[in-house]
């Protein structure tokens, strides 16, 4: 069955106040305190979103499909190879930069599924991205490399500084760690 643009409205309502909240407070936000920060009933909330789970699993797929048309915007922008690459891969929305990510440990720990749906999120929907890599691999602008490994490191770090606060304590924060993780690859990678 199809939403109506009232149900369309209620749930990106929703996954708006859940963001906020997941900001604000981390995975201790309530359902309650969702539905009196939009000033509706938790019942209400229950008919469209039947758990917790299920909300930060649409909050997840949101913030990802955001992240996706970002990258898309990126691609079909004006810039440099080199701009793009650096861009593209590091793609993301304001309001998900200014989320506490590096709280994976926490979601393996209690949301186990949400914390599968990021991982799945940041392993697949590569292609531009590599269809990028591939043109600047042919152009010259960076060194042939294995396309598969380059993925899986940018993966594994994206991934790393999510579930992990060290950097943080150190005063670095994630979208910085992610620009110095760029800068360290395409570095490493430019043809001088």
């Known amino acids: 069955m199809a939403e109506t643009p009232s149900q369309t409205a209620l749930l990106a309502r929703l996954r708006a106040v859940g963001m906020e909240l997941f900001r604000r407070e981390g995975l201790r936000f309530t359902m309650q305190e969702a539905a009196h920060a939009i000033h509706i009933s938790k019942k209400t909330i229950y008919a469209v979103y039947p758990s917790k789970e299920a909300l930060l ?10 992240i996706h048309a970002r990258k898309q915007a990126i691609l079909d922008g004006p ?5 793009k690459l650096r861009a593209v891969i590091i793609a993301l929305p304001e309001e998900y930069t200014a989320l506490d990510l590096q709280q994976m440990d926490l979601l393996d720990e209690k ?13 697949t929907g590569w292609e531009p991205t590599l269809a990028l890599l591939q043109q600047a691999m042919e152009q010259g602008v960076i060194r042939t490399v294995s396309l598969p490994v380059l993925q899986r490191m940018i ?17 670095i924060p994630y979208a910085r760690a992610l620009d ?3 800068g360290i690859l395409l570095d490493g990678l430019l043809i001088r």
Not at 115 to 123: D, G, K, S, W, Y
């Open 57 to 66: 699993l649409d909050m997840v797929d949101d913030a990802f499909a955001q």
């Open 79 to 83: 810039g440099t190879l080199t701009d």
């Open 111 to 123: 949301y186990p599924r949400v914390a599968a749906r990021v991982r799945r999120h940041l392993e």
């Open 155 to 171: 993966s594994a770090s994206i991934e790393s500084f999510l579930a992990d606060r060290t950097l943080e304590q150190q005063g």
């Open 180 to 182: 110095e993780m760029m």
